[in-house]
């Protein structure tokens, strides 16, 4: 079975600059799909980024980045110019190839602050 | 294009008690999910169903719990005699499977206390 690990509980940033969280994943697949998802208080779960396994390049989206690397298994998340309404939890999810399991499977989360 | 809606949104329930939680996916999304999110942890995967088919179901779903998608389009997750231990917040995802690309869109969900 597959398992995603998020080693960071919280995390703080000030607003406009950078920060990374970092997600693990342990799998013998070779062709799958990561996803990082965002979480605001009360709010439901957003897509913020998707990275296919058999992709070399890194996703973008706006000012979220991707780090992955395969080798290692390793799926990190760039947010730049952090604002405010980037607090939140974020979440790593994990999903199987098409043709096989195609749930999600999630890490624990990692609660991000943004300070003035 | 309304998005996944669920109801309720919270439900407070006495232990023993039966409850029963609707999901209506976005339009035409042909795949419906059931997770569980309790305090501090990322969703967990319960059912999901293809149109009225359900596909596949997790161990976590014990022989309480049954799910339901009739007609192919709106859920209905029912947990009969409720335990204390249920308590989280159930959401649901719905997803239009278009050759290999699929993006599953989450619902507000419903948090569910027992008592």
């Known amino acids: 079975a597959q398992t995603v690990t998020q080693s960071q509980p919280e995390m703080s940033v000030q607003e406009a600059e950078t920060v990374t969280l970092s997600c693990t994943y342990d799998t013998s697949e070779s062709d799958y799909y990561l996803f990082w998802y965002k979480q605001p208080p009360s709010r439901q779960m957003i897509l913020v980024i998707r990275?296919?396994?058999?992709?070399?390049q890194n996703a973008t989206e706006n000012r979220f980045s991707v780090n992955f690397q395969k080798a290692a298994k390793s799926f990190s998340l760039k947010i730049s110019d952090s604002q405010l309404g980037d607090a939140a939890m974020y979440f790593c999810a994990y999903r199987s190839a098409p043709g096989t399991a195609s749930k999600l499977t999630f890490g624990t989360g990692t609660r991000l602050q943004v300070t003035l | 294009d309304t998005g996944v809606s669920q109801d309720p949104r919270h439900k407070i329930t006495k232990r023993g008690q039966n409850v029963t939680f609707r999901c209506d996916p976005i339009?035409?999304?042909?795949?419906l999910y059931w997770y569980r999110q309790t305090l501090g942890q990322g969703p967990e995967f319960l059912t999901y169903f293809q149109n009225e088919a359900q596909l596949e179901k997790s161990r976590l779903l014990s022989d309480r719990f049954s799910a339901e998608r009739p007609k192919g389009s709106f859920s209905t997750l029912e947990i009969q005699r409720t335990e204390q231990g249920d308590s989280a917040m159930y959401l649901c995802?719905?997803?239009?499977?278009?050759?290999?690309?699929?993006?599953?869109?989450f619902g507000p969900g419903t948090r569910l206390l027992v008592l």
């Open positions: 995802a719905s997803s239009l499977v278009t050759g290999s690309q699929e993006t599953q869109y």
């Open positions: 339009s035409e999304h042909n795949r």
């Open positions: 990275q296919e396994a058999y992709k070399q």
